[in-house]
């Protein structure tokens, strides 16, 4: 008996053992509430989506912490707002999104009464038709020609097996010289079609810092004007005062922050505002000394760029400087409770408005005749300056670096985002490539090799 016993014991220790989920914290709810009602408040309002859709796609192998998690908790839409209840949690009130014309949704804080947001919205949103003004200013006079070499490569981008195993594309745009040579779209999705941009938000952040510059407004090299790091009334120097703009803008400021990578669910989905919760990391590296990708230094510039121009709206400030003179009528920049800017990750666009953006990257940030950008601040972006990441494509300011060692020309640039978002930039071939995805889990979409077999095609 004894050792029938140790035999048991042993065999089961030797068999594997299915790993048992977590049940999820209510902390772990409450994000991944504020994850659906976000997600659906902007999908279906910014962007005119179905519900049933959304909740197939863009809610579909997110965070696997939230995965299983989102689509147990009951969801209400009314006009304009997206309430999502906290299962398990009775003694306090669903997660809101709230929608706004020109402001997109807003996540709010764990806790808000649902019934104080229902005078934001007074009607649902209709989804926004294209400008009439030739492209790219708007959105006439497109005709692409018939190319069947094109076509076919752009096509294999949306089999989910050419570029990447389970990588499900939504659109793509092609530009060359200037001119839309190939786009095409799945189903749901079309050219006024907007979905998150996730970090391509960032390279939208260093544009406008370089429009900053020019304005006077901003230097590079100055120390980031972060109001409580530099307060008179500090008993000691803070020692964050020492990061500069291009610090963060290069993804070196040295700040600890709770994940490296594109993790931060307490703003994005926890409704913490971002003034609240970016100034509060330490430093666990000199500045300029190492490189962490971090949201945290792109959404310290966005608050440093709108504390330089007070008397500028800040809800007008994107679209104004960057947005309207770019004829990109399809993109909205979100914002936190308290009004700040998740220029980091919470915009919303669609391909051809990417490829606007494109475009004007190429155009040394010259629009219509206008020099939008220094002279120059197109180099900076795309220069690799103090360290760079161990693995991959290089590291510029708010751009990733592209070339031979990823089979495309040198100089080749990139802006990406999460969910396979990309504008890849090769300018000895005057090329805007742009895809859109909602990429599952770990899927990934080879965006180098889908660019360098467009300007093969292309040649």
Excluded at 253 to 281: C, M
Aim: aromatic share 8%; net charge neutral.
């Amino acid at each position: 008996m004894h050792r029938t016993v140790l035999s048991l014991i042993a065999l089961s220790l030797a068999a594997p053992v299915a790993a048992q989920p977590a049940t999820p914290t209510l902390y772990q709810r409450q994000i991944a509430a504020g994850y659906k009602a976000l997600t659906l408040c902007s999908a279906m309002f910014n962007a005119g989506r179905r519900q049933a859709d959304v909740e197939a796609l863009e809610l579909k192998g997110i965070y696997p912490e939230y995965d299983a998690l989102v689509p147990t908790l009951p969801v209400a839409i009314d006009e304009g707002r997206v309430s999502v209840a906290v299962a398990y949690a009775p003694a306090m009130p669903p997660r809101v999104a709230r929608w706004q014309a020109n402001d997109g949704c807003t996540i709010l804080p764990p806790g808000s009464d649902p019934l104080a947001v229902t005078s934001f919205s007074l009607h649902r949103p209709q989804p926004r038709p294209g400008s009439a003004a030739r492209w790219p200013q708007g959105d006439g006079g497109i005709a692409s020609l018939p190319a069947p070499v094109l076509d076919a490569t752009v096509a294999r981008a949306f089999d989910r097996a050419s570029y990447g195993s389970g990588a499900e594309t939504v659109s793509v745009v092609v530009l060359r010289n200037g001119k839309l040579v190939a786009e095409r779209y799945a189903p749901g999705f079309g050219p006024f079609t907007a979905n998150r941009t996730w970090s391509v938000a960032k390279s939208i952040t260093g544009t406008l810092a370089g429009m900053a510059v020019k304005a006077g407004e901003v230097r590079v090299e100055a120390p980031a004007d972060i109001l409580t790091w530099h307060m008179p009334s500090l008993r000691l120097p803070d020692p964050r005062a020492a990061i500069t703009l291009d610090n963060l803008l290069r993804m070196g400021s040295g700040l600890h922050s709770d994940t490296a990578g594109n993790r931060t669910d307490a703003i994005y989905f926890g409704g913490v505002p971002v003034d609240e919760e970016t100034i509060a990391w330490p430093l666990e590296a000199r500045p300029g000394t190492r490189f962490r990708y971090a949201n945290n230094d792109i959404l310290l510039v966005a608050q440093l760029l709108m504390a330089t121009n007070p008397d500028e709206q800040p809800e007008n400030y994107a679209d104004h400087r960057l947005f309207a003179p770019l004829g990109m009528d399809h993109t909205i920049a979100e914002r936190d409770w308290h009004g700040n800017y998740v220029l980091s990750s919470q915009v919303w666009s669609t391909a051809r408005d990417f490829a606007r953006l494109g475009q004007f990257w190429l155009q040394d940030g010259v629009w219509a005749g206008r020099r939008m950008l220094p002279a120059g601040w197109m180099k900076y972006m795309t220069t690799p300056s103090g360290p760079q990441p161990e693995n991959g494509p290089g590291y510029g300011a708010t751009l990733w670096l592209f070339g031979p060692t990823q089979g495309l020309p040198e100089g080749s640039y990139a802006a990406q985002g999460n969910r396979g978002q990309y504008i890849m930039v090769i300018p000895s071939q005057q090329l805007v490539v742009v895809r859109r995805g909602e990429d599952p889990g770990a899927a990934r979409f080879d965006i180098a090799r889908f660019a360098a077999d467009v300007a093969a095609a292309t040649k």
